[in-house]
C-alpha cells in the first residue's frame, strides 16, 4: 500500500517537473512566434496573450524594405566556409597528433586543448588589431578567419577523440601496401570518422552562425553584416520595432534549430564527448 | 604499441657509425616531415590568430592607443589607472564585484536547473525524446536573439509579456523595471542566460547519469536505501567529475560572455550589470576607443581564467586516457 503510494507521489512529482519546465522553455519560443505574427494593434495598443487576429506583415517587411536576405547569404557564406575549413584543418591536425610520431607531440595536443578553452571575449581587441592590420575590418573574410580561432581548436578536439578509438591495424595494412599517409587518411580513416566529422559540422556551424561579438566589432557596412548584427541593426534609435524583430529572430533561429532537431542525438552525444573524454 | 615499435625499429637501422650526421628522424620523429605539414594550418592559427593577440595584447596594455593612430608607451600606467585612478577604478571594481556576482549565481542555478532537467529525463516514460527535443532547443537559439526576446518579455511597459501577466493576475498594480532598476537587473539578465544554457548542463549530466550502472540503484535499494540516499551516495559521487568539468567551462563561457548584457542592459543601470568584458568593450571599443585600456581590462582578469584553464585541461587529457 505504501509502495504504491510512494509511486504515486514519485509520478507526480516527475510529472509537475515536466511540466515546469515545459512552461519555461516554451513561454519564451511561443512569445517569439507569437509575436512576430501579431499586428502591431495586438502588439502595443491591445496588447493580447492569444492573439485573435495574425497577420505576415511582419514578414514581409524584414524580407522586403531590410536588408535582411543580404544578412542571412552573408551569414550562410561565413559559415559554410569556416565549417568546411575547420573540418579540413582539424582533420588533419588530429590524425598528425594521433598516428604519427614526432618530438613535441604532447605538447601540440595540449596546446590544441588550452586554445579550445580561451574564450574569444578576451582577445576580441588585440584581435581588433590583428584584422586591422590585414586590412580585413568590415570584410567577412575578416570574420571567417577570427570564427576559425573557436572552430578549429574544437574540430581537433574532437577528431583526436574520435581517431584515437579507430584501431590502427587498419591503416597500417594500408600503409604496407604502399599507400602514403595522405591516401590512408583519405581513404580509410575519414570515411571511418563520418559521424564524428558530422558533429563537428553541426557545432562548427551553430557556433558560427550564432557568433555575434567579433560581428559587432568588426563589421560595420550593411553589405558585410551578419544575421546577428543585422538583427541589432533593424533597432532605430531607442525604438525596437518588435514585430519585425521577432519575425527576423524566428527565420534568424530556424537553421539552427532545424538542424539541433535533425541531428539531437549527435549533439547530446558530441557535447558529452568533447567536454568529457575527446 | 605498435607503432612506437616500428620507430625503435627504423631508429635502430641508422647508421651507428657516423654519430656526427644528426638523423632528423631520429632527432625529430619518425613522421617529423609529414606531421608538421598535416599540423601547419592547425598551428597557424593556434598562433597567428590566439598566441599571438594575446601577446600583442600584453603589449598593448603597457601602451596608450587609440584606433588608428599609434600607441604611446606608458608602462604600467594602465594598470595604475584602471585599479587606483580616479576616472576609471570605481567602474572596473563595480565590474568585478558584477561579474563575480553574475558568473556564481548563473553558475548556481545552472547547476539546480541542468540537474533536475536530467533526473527528469533521464526516467522512462512516454514522449521522452520529443521532451528531451523540446527541453534542449534553446541551446540551438542564437544567444543574441535569446537576449532580444527576454528584452521584449521584460519590457518596462504595460505591453511586455511579464509586466502583462503580473498586472493581470494582480501580482503587482505598478509596472516593474525589470531591466531599468538597479536592483532588478542584474537578476533580470542572469535569467536569460540561465534559460539559454540549462539545455548545456542538462546534457551533459543526461550523459553522465546514463554512464551510471543501473545495478548500483538496485543494490542500494535491497539495502533499504531511500531516494535522498540513492541520491547522496549514487548519483551525486557518479556525477563528480562532469559537475566539476561542466562548472568551470560554464564559469569560463559565463564570466566572458557579452552577448546578453550588450543586448538587455548594455552594462546598465548605473553599471548593475557591467561584467568586465562589457566594460572592456565600451572603453576599448565602442566610445573612447581606447584600445590599451580595453586590452588591460581583459588582461587583469586572465590570471583568473589561465587558473582554470590549466586544471580544466588536466583534467580533460586525463579522462582522455
Not at chain 1, 519564451?28 to 495574425?54: C, D, G, H, M
Not at chain 1, 604519427?100 to 595536443?109: D, H, I
Not at chain 1, 568590415?138 to 574544437?154: H, K, Q, R
Not at chain 2, 617529423?32 to 599571438?52: E, M, R, S
Request: proline share 5%; hydrophobic share 55%.
Amino acid at each position: 500500500m505504501s509502495r504504491s503510494r510512494a509511486r504515486l507521489v514519485r509520478r507526480l512529482v516527475h510529472t509537475m517537473g515536466l511540466l515546469l519546465f515545459g512552461v519555461w522553455t516554451i513561454v519564451p519560443l511561443y512569445w517569439i512566434v507569437v509575436t512576430s505574427i501579431k499586428p502591431n494593434l495586438l502588439i502595443y495598443r491591445e496588447a493580447s496573450l492569444f492573439p485573435s487576429q495574425i497577420t505576415g506583415d511582419h514578414f514581409a517587411f524584414v524580407l522586403a524594405r531590410t536588408p535582411f536576405l543580404h544578412y542571412i547569404q552573408n551569414s550562410v557564406v561565413v559559415t559554410l566556409v569556416t565549417t568546411s575549413l575547420a573540418m579540413i584543418i582539424g582533420t588533419l591536425a588530429a590524425y598528425a597528433i594521433v598516428r604519427l610520431n614526432f618530438v613535441g607531440r604532447p605538447w601540440v595536443a595540449r596546446a590544441v586543448v588550452v586554445t579550445y578553452l580561451v574564450p574569444g571575449s578576451l582577445l576580441f581587441i588585440p584581435m581588433f588589431q590583428v584584422i586591422y592590420s590585414l586590412g580585413l575590418i568590415d570584410n567577412i573574410v575578416g570574420l571567417i578567419v577570427t570564427y576559425l580561432t573557436f572552430t578549429v581548436p574544437f574540430a581537433t578536439w574532437m577528431m583526436i577523440g574520435y581517431f584515437r578509438n579507430v584501431p590502427s591495424e587498419l591503416e597500417d595494412a594500408a600503409l604496407i601496401d604502399g599507400c602514403s599517409r595522405v591516401q590512408a587518411l583519405a581513404r580509410i580513416m575519414v570515411p571511418i570518422a563520418l559521424p564524428a566529422l558530422a558533429v563537428v559540422a553541426l557545432f562548427a556551424f551553430t557556433l558560427s552562425w550564432n557568433e555575434f561579438l567579433y560581428a559587432l566589432v568588426f563589421i560595420g557596412s550593411d553589405s558585410q553584416k551578419t544575421l546577428t548584427l543585422g538583427l541589432i541593426g533593424l533597432v532605430r534609435g531607442d525604438t525596437f520595432p518588435w514585430g519585425p524583430m521577432m519575425a527576423a529572430s524566428l527565420m534568424g533561429t530556424l537553421p539552427p534549430a532545424l538542424v539541433y532537431l535533425v541531428s539531437q542525438r549527435w549533439v547530446v552525444s558530441g557535447l558529452a564527448a568533447g567536454s568529457v573524454k575527446g | 604499441m605498435a607503432v612506437r615499435a616500428r620507430g625503435s625499429f627504423v631508429g635502430a637501422k641508422a647508421p651507428p657509425a657516423s654519430p656526427t650526421r644528426l638523423n632528423p628522424r631520429r632527432l625529430l620523429g619518425r613522421d617529423w616531415a609529414t606531421a608538421w605539414i598535416f599540423l601547419a594550418p592547425c598551428l597557424l592559427v593556434l598562433v597567428g590568430l590566439i598566441a599571438y593577440p594575446f601577446v600583442s595584447a600584453i603589449l598593448l596594455s603597457f601602451q596608450a592607443k587609440l584606433v588608428g593612430s599609434p600607441g604611446v608607451w606608458v608602462g604600467l600606467g594602465n594598470y595604475q589607472d584602471l585599479l587606483t585612478g580616479r576616472d576609471l577604478s570605481a567602474q572596473f571594481w563595480q565590474s568585478v564585484r558584477v561579474t563575480v556576482l553574475f558568473t556564481v549565481a548563473a553558475d548556481v542555478c545552472k547547476f539546480v536547473f541542468g540537474l533536475a532537467m536530467a533526473l527528469l529525463l533521464n526516467e522512462q516514460f512516454r514522449g521522452r525524446t520529443v521532451v528531451r527535443a523540446l527541453f534542449f532547443l534553446p541551446w540551438a537559439v542564437p544567444s543574441l536573439i535569446v537576449g532580444l526576446t527576454w528584452k521584449w518579455m521584460y519590457d518596462g511597459s504595460a505591453v511586455g509579456l511579464l509586466n502583462l501577466i503580473a498586472l493581470r493576475t494582480g501580482l503587482t498594480h505598478d509596472l516593474i523595471q525589470w531591466l531599468a532598476s538597479y536592483d532588478l537587473a542584474l537578476w533580470a539578465v542572469v535569467i536569460a542566460v540561465v534559460w539559454a544554457s540549462t539545455p548545456f548542463w542538462a546534457m551533459m549530466f543526461l550523459a553522465g547519469l546514463q554512464a551510471i550502472p543501473g545495478e548500483l540503484y538496485e543494490a542500494a535499494e535491497i539495502d533499504g536505501a531511500d531516494v535522498l540516499g540513492r541520491f547522496r551516495h549514487i548519483t551525486l559521487p557518479g556525477l563528480a567529475n562532469i559537475i566539476i568539468i561542466t562548472a568551470m567551462l560554464s564559469t569560463i563561457w559565463t564570466a566572458t560572455s557579452i552577448n546578453f548584457v550588450y543586448v538587455l542592459t548594455n552594462g546598465g543601470p548605473a553599471g548593475a550589470t557591467m561584467t568586465f568584458p562589457m566594460l572592456a568593450y565600451q572603453v576599448g571599443v565602442a566610445g573612447a576607443q581606447r584600445l590599451g585600456m580595453g586590452a588591460t581590462i581583459s588582461l587583469v582578469f586572465t590570471p583568473f581564467f589561465i587558473v582554470l584553464i590549466y586544471f580544466l585541461t588536466r583534467r580533460l587529457l586525463a579522462s582522455e586516457r
